[in-house]
């Protein structure tokens, strides 16, 4: 079976200063890795996603999250971030043989960008 | 970009009672799904649809639970007789495609059912 486990529930960061969002993951099979945004009353938004290739994946507004195998992680980096980068940050796993659309979410951390 | 649409946006019953959520997928999409998220909770899968039939269900689409496509635009999940724990905020989703790596899954903004 396959899980996610995103440490951080909350991260309160200041404007333009760098971010990490966790995001750990099991699984005995590959995976395929996603980041969702969830900005307040909206439904959620896919960021980026790594399928295979490069490990370093760049997404929307300026997001890249790096997959590393060895360390089962796959974590969410921006280096500057703004105050409407404030949302619910979701990490998400399916398998490859599967539909992208069977999730596998984590419990989420929601970022709270401060000026 | 296109949208997926869910109706109502909030939706409160009474326990015991039938409800049905609402959902107009992107319209060439082909793989239509429905998540919940308790609140303080993991968003959870529940049930994937294609080609008119279930794909694939998890355990908490129980017998209460169906889909249902039926016309050429909507997909609703009726839950047959509502529990107080059903209470969650409950996602539709949609892709055109499984396996290209161009694909995304796009999702609604969620209906909010609240069990009373």
């Known amino acids: 079976a396959q899980s996610v486990t995103q440490l951080d529930s909350q991260v309160p960061v200041f404007e333009e200063a760098p971010v990490e969002l966790r995001c750990n993951y099991s699984?005995?099979?590959?995976?395929?890795l996603f980041w969702y945004v969830q900005y307040p009353n909206q439904g959620l938004q896919l960021l980026l996603k790594y399928l295979s290739g490069s490990t370093l994946v760049k997404g929307i507004n300026g997001f890249e999250a790096e997959f590393n195998k060895s360390q089962t992680s796959f974590h969410l980096r921006k280096p500057s971030v703004h105050i409407s980068d404030t949302a619910e940050y979701f990490c998400a796993v399916s398998d490859p043989w599967g539909s992208q659309g069977n999730l596998i979410f984590g419990k989420g951390t929601k970022l709270s960008v401060k000026p | 970009e296109p949208e997926v649409t869910q109706t109502p946006s909030h939706q409160v019953t009474q326990m015991g009672q039938e409800v049905i959520l609402r959902c107009v997928p992107i319209?060439?999409?082909?793989?239509f799904y429905w998540y919940r998220q308790i609140l303080g909770q993991k968003v959870e899968f529940l049930v994937s649809?294609?080609?008119?039939?279930?794909?694939?269900k998890s355990e908490i689409f129980d017998d209460q639970f169906s889909v249902e496509r039926p016309d050429g635009s909507n997909f609703t999940l009726k839950i047959r007789s509502t529990k107080l724990e059903d209470s969650a905020m409950y996602f539709c989703?949609?892709?055109?495609?499984?396996?290209?790596?161009?694909?995304?899954?796009?999702f609604g903004s969620g209906t909010q059912l609240s069990v009373l």
């Open positions: 649809f294609y080609n008119n039939e279930i794909s694939e």
């Open positions: 319209s060439n999409h082909l793989y």
């Open positions: 989703a949609s892709i055109g495609r499984i396996g290209q790596s161009n694909e995304k899954l796009f």
């Open positions: 699984s005995s099979v590959s995976v395929y």
